[in-house]
């Protein structure tokens, strides 16, 4: 069975600041791996994805991800915040062998400070 | 990017009636759908997956009978939540996969619909 964890319900950061969002996912073969951000009330915008290959991935509105594999995770990075990306933020793991069915670990709530 | 409609967003009804909430895939067809259920500051809750022209897969708890789920085409999913009652409230949302290659796997989600049970 899959599962995603992300440590941290909560993260306030000022805008101009760096961001770190942190995921761990439990799967024994290589996952497909996903981030997605959802604003208050709307459904869920991909933010990036992995699959294979190169294992720091380029997303929209500037964020990146780097898969780990030694130490199960896909953490998410910004350089530097804007006020717009005041969001709540989904990791979500899927495989192949699951139907791609996709579990989703808890979210991290976004605060950004002016 | 491809779209995923769903609609209405947001709906009132009634204790003991039903309501019926579409997903459409816009610019792509849509081998698998996906319904999800959200509870107030939670994750998403898979409750079914539908394939098209099939019936769907039920995520072990959900009431296949309360919560029924027409695949009727590749762009159209719906999901009636039959003799609705308060507990059904909730935020429901679709998704939609274009393919299960891998460039295809990915889940493209509608912007959800609120139900309100009263």
């Known amino acids: 069975a899959q599962s995603v964890t992300q440590p941290d319900i909560h993260i306030t950061v000022s805008e101009g600041a760096s961001l770190e969002l942190r995921c761990n996912y439990s799967?024994?073969?290589?996952?497909?791996l996903f981030w997605y951000v959802q604003s208050p009330g709307q459904g869920l915008q991909l933010l990036l994805k992995y699959f294979s290959g190169d294992t720091l991935v380029q997303g929209i509105k500037g964020f990146e991800a780097e898969f780990k594999r030694s130490q199960s995770s896909f953490n998410l990075r910004k350089p530097s915040v804007h006020w717009s990306d005041a969001a709540e933020y989904f990791c979500a793991v899927g495989n192949k062998a699951a139907g791609n069915k996709l579990t989703f670990g808890g979210g991290t709530r976004v605060l950004v400070k002016p | 990017g491809a779209v995923v409609s769903q609609h209405p967003s947001w709906v009132i009804c009634k204790s003991g009636t039903s309501v019926k909430i579409e997903c459409r895939s816009l610019d792509f067809q849509a081998t698998t759908m996906f319904w999800y259920r959200q509870f107030p500051k939670k994750s998403l809750m898979l409750m079914a997956t539908s394939n098209e022209g099939s019936k769907a897969t039920y995520e072990q708890g959900v009431e296949k009978d309360k919560f029924l789920i027409n695949h009727a085409s590749l762009t159209l999913s719906t999901l009636t939540v039959t003799s609705a009652h308060p507990e059904d409230s909730s935020f429901y949302i679709c998704?939609?996969?274009?393919?299960?290659?891998?460039?295809?796997?990915?889940?493209?989600f509608g912007a959800g619909t609120r139900l309100s049970v009263l």
């Open positions: 998704s939609a996969n274009e393919g299960t290659s891998t460039a295809k796997n990915i889940q493209y």
């Open positions: 799967y024994g073969a290589t996952p497909y």
